[in-house]
């Protein structure tokens, strides 16, 4: 069974950082395309970047240069950083797999909660 | 970047009768190299995830029932459930994947 944890979710003064994980079991990340999506309080959902298997990395057009996304092969886990945070950051930011590398999301963690507020 | 765009923004259906929503994209997402639409499906239920529904269009995920199917292609889609169940309500949204990914802003589905 393919499982997403997502973790590192926080109050977070703007201007400050916060490093979101996603730990996979039930499949191998750096096997996969593997994306992170985020939903704003009531809001539709937005990409945010994907992580091929080989390494190549995408970005949405308003999110880069901010957020940097990684993994580490030995953890089995997916990363994103965060800096420069600002208001309009705060979501529910959801790690997901791309389905056979296409671009739709098959399996999806159960998001984390970052807040940007003073 | 392409757009999406769903109609209606609500939609109440009785238990039992048909449930339609539509997408459209602000330009095609149809691949002639594979003849496919690059377009899913999601239903979203309050506290959880969204959850894949259809995607190219028209193929259910496994373990979806098949009162939900997908049709459409180019940049007009529809999701239609057949029979309206109580556990169907939820916020649906359609999403392309032609190119990098983009959502419709969602339908939420009522009884």
């Known amino acids: 069974e393919v499982q997403l944890v997502e973790s590192g979710g926080d109050l977070v003064q703007p201007g400050g950082s916060l490093r979101l994980s996603c730990a996979a079991s039930g499949i191998t990340v750096s096997s996969n395309y593997m994306s992170w999506v985020r939903q704003a309080p009531g809001k539709g959902l937005e990409w945010i970047s994907v992580?091929?298997?080989?390494?190549?990395?995408y970005y949405a057009d308003s999110l880069k240069g901010r957020f940097t996304i990684s993994r580490d092969n030995s953890r089995n886990t997916l990363y994103l950083q965060m800096n420069s945070l600002r208001a309009e950051d705060t979501a529910v930011y959801y790690c997901?797999?791309?389905?056979?590398?296409?671009?739709?999301?098959?399996?999806w963690g159960q998001g984390t909660l970052v807040t940007v507020s003073s | 970047d392409i757009a999406m765009t769903q109609s209606p923004d609500s939609l109440a259906v009785s238990l039992g009768e048909r449930a339609t929503i539509n997408c459209k994209s602000s330009q095609s997402v149809f691949y002639s190299s594979n003849n496919k639409n690059y377009l899913a499906w999601y239903q979203q239920k309050p506290g959880q995830p969204p959850k894949l529904l259809i995607y190219?269009?028209?193929t259910r995920e496994s373990g979806v029932p098949d009162r939900f199917s997908g049709s459409g292609s180019g940049t007009d889609f529809t999701l239609t459930i057949s029979s309206l169940q109580a556990e169907d309500v939820a916020v649906y949204f359609c999403?392309?994947?032609?190119?990098?990914?983009?959502f419709g802003q969602g339908t939420k589905l009522e009884i």
């Open positions: 997901a797999r791309d389905r056979e590398g296409y671009g739709d999301y098959d399996h």
């Open positions: 190219w269009a028209s």
């Open positions: 999403q392309q994947y032609y190119s990098n990914p983009s």
């Open positions: 992580l091929h298997s080989g390494g190549a990395t």
